[in-house]
C-alpha cells in the first residue's frame, strides 16, 4: 500500500475525464512506465500524472527480445505491484499481444487487468478495423481504452523491426486516419510511437482526444518514456528519443520530478530527442 511521504505534493486524483480537460487547458501529460510498487511510489511523489504497465516489461524486466512473450497472468501481477504503489497517479495496463483478438478475449482481459490488477484504463496497439471493433466493445462497456499507433512493438515481426513509421504520404494518411477512427471508436487516448513529429503535432491538433507521443516530437498533448530508458539502465543503447534524467541527479524521484517538470515546460522533448 502507498505509504505517502510527508513532504508529497497534495494532488486531486488524475481521472480520465481529466485526461481530457488537461488537453482542454493545454496542460500537458506526463507519463512513465512502471512495473512495480517501490517505482511506483516515486512516481506518486514526484507528481507523475499516468503510469503505464507496459508489456515493455517483457524487454527491460524480463530480458526478452521482444515484448510478444508477455502473458496476461504476467501483466496482472505487475499491475496489481503497481496499483500498491500509487495513489493519485491514473494507472494504465497493457493488453498483452493477442488479448484483444476479438471482443470477448479483449473483455475478459480488461476485467482482470481492471478488477484484480487495479487498472483504471488498459492500452491495446493497432488501429484497423477490427480493432476499432474490440475499441467499441470495450468503451461500451465502459473500459476506458488508450490507442497506440505508429510503431507497435507488438507488429514488430510485420514491421521488420522497431522503424520510424508515417513516413511517406501514404502512410502518414493511414495513421491519420486509424486516429480518427480510434478517437471514433471510443478510445480516450491515444499514445503515438515513433512517427515524425509533423504528423504527430497534425493529429494531435485534429482529434479530441489527448495524444501521448513517444519518439513522436514536442507538439503531442504528453510525453511517456520506458522508466528504465529515462533512468539510463536499460541494457544496450537508449533509444534516441529518449533522455538519462537521473544523470546529474541524486535520486529517482529526482529524475522523475525532472522528467515531469521538462514536460510540463515544454522542455523535453528537446530538437536532439528524435526518432531515429
Ligand atoms: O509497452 C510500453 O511500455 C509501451 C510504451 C512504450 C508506450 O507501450
Known amino acids: 500500500m502507498y505509504v505517502e511521504p510527508a513532504d508529497a505534493p497534495k494532488r486531486k486524483p488524475v481521472t480520465v475525464p481529466g485526461l481530457r480537460a488537461m488537453k482542454a487547458r493545454r496542460e500537458k501529460i506526463a507519463m512513465l512506465t512502471c512495473y512495480d510498487a517501490s517505482f511506483a511510489a516515486q512516481m506518486e511523489a514526484a507528481g507523475i500524472d499516468v503510469a503505464l504497465v507496459g508489456d515493455s516489461l517483457g524487454m527491460v524486466v524480463q ?7 508477455v502473458t496476461l497472468d504476467q501483466m496482472v501481477y505487475h499491475v496489481s505491484l503497481v496499483a500498491r504503489g500509487l495513489a ?3 494507472l494504465i495496463a497493457d493488453l498483452p499481444f493477442m488479448q484483444f483478438r476479438d471482443p470477448a478475449t479483449a473483455l475478459a482481459a480488461a476485467m482482470r487487468l481492471m478488477a484484480e490488477g487495479g487498472a483504471a484504463m488498459v ?7 477490427w480493432t476499432c471493433e474490440v475499441i467499441a466493445a470495450l468503451a461500451s462497456r465502459d473500459v476506458p481504452v488508450c490507442a497506440h499507433l505508429g510503431l507497435t512493438p507488438q507488429s514488430v515481426h510485420k514491421l521488420g523491426g522497431y522503424r520510424m513509421q508515417g513516413k511517406t504520404e501514404d502512410a502518414a494518411a493511414r495513421l491519420r486516419a486509424e486516429a480518427r477512427a480510434v478517437a471514433h471508436a471510443g478510445a480516450e487516448l491515444l499514445v503515438l510511437e515513433s512517427v515524425p513529429a509533423a504528423l504527430a503535432g497534425d493529429i494531435t491538433r485534429d482529434l479530441p482526444i489527448p495524444t501521448i507521443g513517444i519518439g513522436a516530437g514536442a507538439d503531442c498533448d504528453g510525453q511517456v518514456l520506458v522508466s528504465y530508458d529515462m ?5 544496450g543503447r537508449r533509444p534516441k528519443f529518449s533522455k538519462d534524467f537521473l544523470e546529474g541527479r541524486g535520486s529517482v524521484r529526482e529524475a522523475f520530478a525532472a522528467y515531469a517538470e521538462d514536460v510540463r515546460a515544454g522542455r523535453f522533448p528537446g530538437p536532439e530527442q528524435i526518432a531515429a
Open 123 to 129: 492500452k491495446l496497439e493497432g488501429g484497423s478495423d
Open 231 to 235: 533512468l539510463g539502465i536499460t541494457p
Open 88 to 90: 493519485t497517479t491514473l
Open 63 to 69: 530480458g526478452q527480445a521482444s515484448t510478444l512473450p
